[in-house]
């Protein structure tokens, strides 16, 4: 046990799927692992560990923002031995040249967060992916003719604000898209030495105010699920 994550030690797999939202750990682990067992549901962040082709794999819920993600992740790598996290997430569009649906490879996340300074000295305001687990996915989405673009993202601790337009640190590092927990993961794996890498969907196109229904989430994010499993199973 840890302090957030009630699973016994050995209950989590070296791999672990992390969605931020917790209804979406059990779908996946109801419809895309053999065997998966709830491990922990302290404050319902659902873990559940399964098997995906004959490898032991955890999906379990990252939660909202980097104080949320920094927790769980923290606790995976230091109290579970967990080796490699992948986050799979949703994303705001900046631009109209990304569609809703389109599969986004985080290959660089910009934060003006001061997380990453304060939690361990890191200074820099964009972090990479770490470990090989950036270029598997890569690798993985050209196997699977799957279309999946690498690219920057911004990593923001805002989701609602005054200001209608793109932040001045998206800009600078030609981020594409928003979301709120890869800057936070990146940061926590590189100072553990630990792998880290995020899959995003797009959910929403904000200049255009479109966005994915309810309804169509569930089939929107199912190539970024097997994306993450075919990556996580090598
Ligand atoms: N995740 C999905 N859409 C988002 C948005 N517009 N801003 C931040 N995070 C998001």
Known sequence: ?????????????????????????????????????????????????????????????????????????????????????????????????LNLFDVLIVENAASESTYAKYAWGIEEEIIAPQGNIFNIINETAKEMSLQAKATNIHSSDIFYRKDPNIPAIATKYNCLAVEMEAFGLFANAKHLGKNAATILTVSDIIPTHENISADDREKALKPMIELALESAWK
């Open 1 to 97: 046990m840890s302090i957030h994550i009630s699973a016994k030690k050995g209950e989590i797999a070296k791999v672990v799927l992390q969605p931020g939202d917790p209804l979406r750990a059990q779908y996946i682990a109801e419809n895309f692992l053999e065997n998966a067992k709830l491990v922990s549901k302290t404050r319902g962040m659902f873990y559940y560990t399964g098997m995906y082709k004959g490898k032991e794999i955890t999906v379990g819920a990252s939660g909202m923002g980097f104080p949320s993600i920094g927790i769980y992740s923290y606790e995976l790598f230091t109290e579970y031995d967990v080796e490699t996290i992948i986050r799979i997430g949703t994303c705001g569009a900046y631009t109209t040249d």
